[in-house]
């Protein structure tokens, strides 16, 4: 199936710090990619859905200055997490998809780690 | 949206047939019944969807009752490391996913 690649797979920051997650999709052209959050031992929680070219679509209760998303290209989507704090520290996995078919599939990234001290 | 309802664990034993429900009553007659599984500390890996008809991949079968109010999971042949959550997701909002707790699926020697 198609690649989707996250970097980094681990981070640690420091409170206070911002942190770039990079998304990337390797084979195929991403229209939209989407972002999740996950904690230990819950399921995944979408926070936004990312459209090249265009401005995030935050779900709600997720707070856009804060979690920076940019799709700038079509390989490529990025997560800033914005003046970190411990709280924030989770598993943030990416997904992308090609063209707006429903029927096309999303795949996943491997997932990132934050830490933050 | 269309829900769906899974069984928050099942086992199977190797080698063995694990068969793994799901309900999504209010599905649409446009969703998707997509399936995805995740492994403890990895992003969720893509298994295979359907529409109406059955489905078949190298992975596993997807089966889909003829209302389309719930489906049927297969992996004809499971092993230690199939061992993970499965997702049952119904396609909604156009084409985001939305994840429920899934089925813990523990594949035993």
């Known amino acids: 199936g198609a690649v989707v690649s996250q970097h980094p797979s681990r981070v640690i920051c420091k409170s206070g710090t911002s942190v770039k997650i990079e998304c990337r999709s390797l084979?195929?052209?991403?229209?939209?990619m989407f972002w999740y959050r996950q904690f230990p031992k819950k399921s995944l929680m979408l926070m936004a859905t990312?459209?090249?070219?265009?401005?995030?679509?935050?779900e709600q209760g997720v707070e856009k200055d804060k979690f920076l998303i940019n799709h700038a290209s079509l390989t490529l989507s990025t997560l800033t997490v914005t003046s970190a704090h411990p709280e924030d520290s989770s598993f943030y996995i990416c997904?992308?998809?090609?063209?707006?078919?429903?029927?096309?599939?999303?795949?996943f990234g491997e997932g990132s780690w934050l830490t933050v001290v | 949206d269309a829900k769906t309802t899974q069984p928050p664990s099942m086992d199977c034993a190797e080698g063995r047939a694990a068969n793994l429900p799901c309900n999504h009553s209010?599905?649409?007659?446009?969703?998707?019944v997509y399936w995805y599984r995740q492994i403890h500390s990895q992003g969720p890996q893509y298994i295979i969807h359907?529409?109406?008809n059955n489905e078949t991949n190298e992975m596993a079968s997807l089966i889909i009752t003829e209302d389309r109010k719930s489906s049927t999971l297969i992996l004809p042949h499971a092993t230690l490391r199939d061992t993970a959550v499965y997702y049952c997701?119904?396609?909604?909002?156009?084409?985001?996913?939305?994840f429920g707790k899934g089925t813990l699926l523990t594949v035993n020697p």
């Open positions: 997701i119904v396609r909604v909002n156009n084409y985001k996913l939305t």
């Open positions: 359907g529409l109406k």
């Open positions: 084979d195929f052209q991403a229209t939209t």
């Open positions: 209010t599905i649409s007659g446009n969703e998707y």
């Open positions: 990312s459209n090249e070219g265009s401005k995030a679509t935050y």
């Open positions: 997904s992308a998809i090609e063209g707006r078919n429903s029927g096309n599939t999303i795949y």
